[in-house]
Nanobody, 123 residues
């Protein structure tokens, strides 16, 4: 049974940092492309960052380039999203998903999702 559990969200001041974790179980994570997505109130879900399952290639949305870094620890079956220089517009629920199209950082109908973790950037 595929399961993804996100953690690491919280309240942070503008300019601060958070590291999100996505722990996977029920499958071998390094075989698949993994993505981080976010959805803010009243907005559509968007792909933030994705990483391929083959060579570790990465994708970043323009809005987070230079501030966010995606990485994976295959030994721990976990994907991380390091978020630096956070802005109020980064406030959203962040989800990880497995088996995504990493070059466009979009999900498939059959992608599996975690439950999400709230990130709030506010002073």
């Amino acid at each position: 049974q595929v399961q993804l559990v996100e953690s690491g969200g919280g309240l942070v001041q503008p300019g601060g940092s958070l590291r999100l974790s996505c722990a996977a179980s029920g499958f071998i994570l390094d075989y698949y492309a993994i993505g981080w997505f976010r959805q803010a109130p009243g907005k559509e879900r968007e792909g933030v960052s994705c990483i391929s399952g083959s060579d570790g290639s990465t994708y970043y949305a323009e809005s987070v380039k230079g501030r966010f870094t995606i990485s994976r620890d295959n030994a721990k079956n976990t994907v991380y999203l390091q978020m630096n220089s956070l802005k109020p517009e980064d406030t959203a629920v962040y989800y990880c998903a497995v088996d995504v199209l990493f070059r466009l950082c979009v999900s498939y109908p059959g992608s599996s999702w975690g439950q999400g973790t709230q990130v709030t950037v506010s002073s």
